[in-house]
């Protein structure tokens, strides 16, 4: 995916500045030594906005929503679905009532492959999934094919980390649901949305976009992609742990039996059976990630604020020179393809240094990195290592952190006598 | 290089030396007791094979890919159970082998250090159950 | 159920006072006026405590956890797993692996009901429910039921609102899972699960226990209960929103295949299939609520300071002391059994003033009740009573709050012009 | 009794007297239009039968139960259509019903206000979808 387009200013050295200064984790020194933190794409850091608005939450206005008349249950319920609201349009989806709040994005494709799956694949179905998916958009088609009797079959990886599109219609032919990714996790590899949505929709089948990776690192268009399905998580794009939307369209949710029953979800309930609300409501039983609900919607302000475009321009140019830098290294090899189809998630091996031992050290230089399979183990098979480090970068990381990551990698090169 | 010195502990000569040139490393043909495990977080992976005869460990082997720590303190314990009786290695505790490797672990590493442990201990079970 | 026998001290007003002092939102002043919140079964509210937690959690150590070998990454991890263990202390649960985090304890019951029920329930097989359940503890069944042919039987409610166990084990005898509440959320009832328990038991049938109105309440022993899966929310006990716990015994959630599938859940995955993790592991699909677990400790750390049977007897004389008062009042219905049968959660109705009205009326004097069918139809049904008012107390409420919530009664009834 | 007065207005006589005396109570025998729904969150049910001629209604009943807000709005709601052409009802907006009401309602009890239209309109869109 090309640089969009943008007539808006750069991130400046000032702009990146004031944004770590928002950020308190930033001040900890972990071992005596300044945090740099490179491990954004697991679950990034929170500014003191998103932080201070749960505290707030809690302070003064926490109560169950929904069900309760008085002030400060009204102003729950509002902050709740004014934060729906925010978000749906962070992502440009049509409707802020197609955005279900989950726990995370492995919560959004799992309800998916619960009430969309066992609903609408039968035996001798086929699904499409790729082979860098991460587990949570694998293991759960996996199950869902064991369940029904449907097969599976897979878009390859290509050597350099891209997506081996040259029998992608053969493989969708006939299929009922294509999973993928919208960037990799482990690679950094942006996918093309917008181009694999039109193939499965050409052939007949839903999409299911794991947009973990994309949402919080470039602009993202739901309804310009034209996908069916997006999942992705609020403490990956400076939200809080707890909480993630899966979002589908209003036709397909509308159509879909609950997945989890209880309160909340319900319209008329007898002791032998009930009636269902409409969307979002339905998939949302019991009482909700409320306090998160709320911090996920300053951290979409903090984003929007910013600009998008400015962040995936940011990041890129960050990526840039990590990788400028990590391929002039001795004995360093970085997985994944060129900066031009890529994002801010770089992998790498040292010689023989396994990549716990590479992040052991790194560690003890305050700097936290990834190392290991990253949920990403038929990934690791193919590019056949069993573990790599990831560094991964976000809009409060520095030059200077990329250049204390070959610091420290040329440390670990000293310890482990390697040249 | 002192200013990484704690790391320089970590990963000193020995451990380094047995990371690179694993003792006893490889497989045995019809071990009498065998089993391999990983650390599902980690990748990290250990296969163990004994031969013992009247109850005592004469030959092991094993086989396994993972980082320094885990490699180096599975090579180190395959020295230290050769010609041991099984009721001492019975005895062998999570605290021994930290000892035999002689550095400190942090809490995220344990399950490296100890991975092969758990792999002797459960070789050993097995084999003692089905008899 | 008899009020525990205990050596410890009463909680003075002193103790009352102080604890006030540390939940933040009591200082506030809806419309004007204290607040006097009287809708903990809801949600409670959270102490400072719990609230510095999370925010000092987020500003120094937030990290995804077990798979980081740096240090925030570690001391995340560390706190997690270590709220698991007082969680699992705390309700006397054999082994903290037998405590599962889930959103809330709606999810807890669902997850038995999709990795429990679709194992183990066939066609033909009779699962028994009371008409006392939160819709929660209800629909999940439904629906297992209809999607297995599986039949519901129900345990009746007697006119003063307990469970009418006269046909218990004739209801039980076949039965294949016994779902009921510790504690009911509309009438206060409390239940003997040690007797349920055993009962379901002797009749083979799993026992599930809601017990979300118990936990936060009271001391819990799920051990001594001898029941088979205990659910409960951390926000109904001073923790945060977005988390919860399903216990269950070793030996079934050993047996039970996975609810989600995804990261952290796994062993070793392969394209076509994996395998899966040990408990809890194996039932925490995803970046979990970490946050929320540390809050939830906390929380956990609070009532333990207190202690469990002090804040169950000092909400058993406020309860005492509102029923007295309320039922003083001419044209005043409270619902359910008398105090040695019930905690402080009271249902009650006025005149033929609705529910929500009422509820209006109390919130301009900044009094917070429930008004409507609170997730129990069917029990509305039963009781015939289209909805109802509910008061609940907690530790931080005092003799003159229920004194509030009865001048507020009484003006409720001078504007509908009421004697 | 000035330190409720927001209450009292909320709660004033005619409200309330809707609410005990609602108009237009009961049911049509063979409707031509007709629908019921209920809040399902707070338990506030509503049905309305319409009977319709010539684009006219000519009559209407409602029967729900609820809270005073809910059921008095629905009653203001029956006086104020009877006679009226479908047309001028289908311009009815949730601004008129409250203006109608002529209280200040808090955003957690706008959807009993509203009720009685919302089932209204669903009677009427359903009878017009079927012709
Ligand atoms: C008895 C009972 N069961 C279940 C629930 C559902 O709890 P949650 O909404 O936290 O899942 C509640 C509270 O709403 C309750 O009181
Ligand atoms: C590409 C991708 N998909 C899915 C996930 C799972 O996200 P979560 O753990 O928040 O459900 C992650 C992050 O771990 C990811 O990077």
Known sequence: MALAPSSTPMLTQTDVARIRSEFPILKERPHGKPLVFLDSAASSQKPIQVIDAMDDYYRRYHANIHRGVYHISELATEAYEEARRKIARFIGAPEAEECIYVRNATEGINLVAYSWGRTNIRRGDAIVVTEMEHHSNLVPWQILAQQTGASLRFVRVTDDGMLDLHDLDRLLDGAKLFAFTAVSNTLGTVNDVAFLSARARAAGAVSVVDACQAVPRMPVDVAAWGSDFVAFSAHKMLGPTGVGIIWGRRELLEAMPPFMAGGGMIGVVRLESSTYAGIPARFEAGTPAIAEAVGFGVAVDYLTAIGMDRIHRYELELAAYALERLRKMKNVVVYGPGIEHRTGVISLTVGDIHAHDLATILDSEGICVRAGHHCNQPLMERLDVPATARASFYLYNTPAEVDALVAGIEKAKAIFKIA | MNDFSGMDALYRDFILDHY????????????????????????????????????????????????????????????????????????????????????????????????????????????????
Chains 1, 3 share one sequence.
């Open chain 2, 20 to 131: 690179r040139n694993p003792r006893n490393a490889g497989t045995l043909e019809q071990p009498d007791a065998s089993f391999e495990d990983l650390n599902p977080l980690c990748g990290d992976k250990i296969r163990m094979d004994l031969r013992i005869r009247d109850g005592v460990v004469e030959d092991v082997k094993f086989k396994g890919r993972g980082c320094a720590i885990s490699q180096a303190s599975a090579s180190l314990l395959t020295e230290s159970i050769k010609g041991k009786r099984v009721a001492e290695i019975d005895a062998i505790g999570k605290e021994d082998v930290l000892e035999n490797l002689g550095i400190s672990i942090s809490a995220a590493r344990l399950k490296c250090a100890l991975l092969g442990l758990k792999v002797l201990k459960q070789a050993l079970a097995l084999k003692y159950a089905d008899d």
